[in-house]
């Protein structure tokens, strides 16, 4: 019997209560036993069918919110006037190298930060607009904040302002690779719905694994990566 309306799943709920355990169904299509899930007193959200499963988030989280006692009036920040509205997970892989700093290595990467902070301030950045992380390469590659770790604008421009001049060589291939094996994994943020773009920021060719870099580039599109 796959109905709530039994006494196994009753006991199931009364378990999860007095272990003080919140508990939220998402009922899909028609035959979900929605009328028994009231009558249990448990948060209920529904989708027609799977294929609205993408954007049941929208109307689950503040359902979720309240199962768990957090503040339901917060919503996401506003899309700033002249925004890109997209919902996109980026990442941003920085040429750290030598060569893009041979002049200053403080005033010239200074120059790379404040590009950043001047991006990412209008895209929207938000739990369910835009997501951003931070990649800086050069002979190694250093993930400096994923998809996951924050979606409040200022929290991110301070990360911008204290990503890392690395110098040394230039690995492209790293940073290309820290974008498809570390950013965009559902452990650290990424949302399978949600279009990929990598950011990268370099000032020329690569001199270390040359011919890695076309390779990487290309399993980041057959992953969907743009």
Request: aromatic share 8%; charged share 20%.
């Amino acid at each position: 019997n796959d109905k709530l309306d039994n006494q196994e799943a009753r006991d199931a709920v009364l378990q999860y209560r007095s272990r003080g355990i919140p508990l939220v169904v998402l009922g899909i299509g028609s035959a979900f036993d929605i009328n028994t899930a009231r009558q249990l007193q448990i948060p209920t959200d529904t989708v027609a069918d799977v294929s609205q499963l993408g954007t049941a988030y929208k109307t689950l989280v503040p359902i979720m919110r309240q199962a768990l006692g957090i503040e339901t009036s917060l919503t996401d920040p506003p899309t700033p006037p002249g925004a890109c509205a997209n919902r996109m997970d980026i990442a941003f892989v920085i040429d750290g190298s030598s060569s893009t700093t041979q002049q200053n290595k403080n005033r010239n990467f200074g120059f790379i930060r404040h590009f950043l902070e001047n991006f990412v301030s209008n895209l929207g950045i938000s739990y369910t607009g835009v997501r951003v992380s931070f990649i800086v390469f050069s002979n190694y590659a250093s993930v400096r904040m994923t998809l996951d770790e924050t979606w409040d604008l200022k929290s991110v421009e301070k990360v911008i302002k204290n990503l890392p001049y690395i110098g040394g060589d230039t690995n492209i291939a790293l940073g290309l690779r820290a974008a498809r094996e570390v950013v965009f994994t559902a452990e650290n943020g990424d949302r399978f719905d949600v279009t990929n773009l990598v950011v990268l920021v370099t000032d020329g060719k690569d001199n270390v694994d040359e011919g890695e870099v076309s390779r990487e580039a290309q399993l980041l599109k057959q992953s969907g990566a743009e």
